[in-house]
């Protein structure tokens, strides 16, 4: 069974930057795309970038995080990263990584608090 351990978050001020990690288990997963969501509290779980299995040439971000936020992929770490600059407020959430269809075995998440 897949498995999903995010790590890497915290409080950071507003301008500041983070970058979290994903250590994906129970798959192959250098073939896989992969992705990074989260969840502010109230509100639903929305995707936040994608990247396309093997060589992770391909990276597609969400509107609120495109020309912050970069994707990136260790194959030979099993792990997915998630670098995060010019922080807001608003990107106050847990973040989950996952697939990009059909997410499956939701792991813990790792809680980003950016204070104003």
């Known amino acids: 069974q897949v498995q999903f351990v995010e790590s890497g978050g915290g409080l950071v001020q507003a301008g500041g930057s983070l970058r979290v990690s994903c250590v994906v288990s129970g798959v192959i997963v250098r073939v896989l795309p992969m992705a990074w969501y989260r969840q502010a509290p109230g509100k639903q779980r929305e995707l936040v970038a994608t990247?396309?299995?093997?060589?992770?040439?391909?990276?597609e971000y969400a509107d609120f995080v495109k020309g912050r936020f970069t994707i990136s992929r260790d194959n030979a770490k099993k792990t997915i990263y998630l670098q995060m600059n010019s922080l807001k407020p608003e990107d106050t959430a847990i973040y989950y990584c996952?697939?990009?269809?059909?997410?499956?075995?939701w792991g813990q998440g790792t809680q980003v608090t950016v204070s104003s």
């Open positions: 990247i396309s299995g093997v060589s992770g040439s391909t990276t």
């Open positions: 996952n697939f990009p269809t059909d997410p499956d075995n």
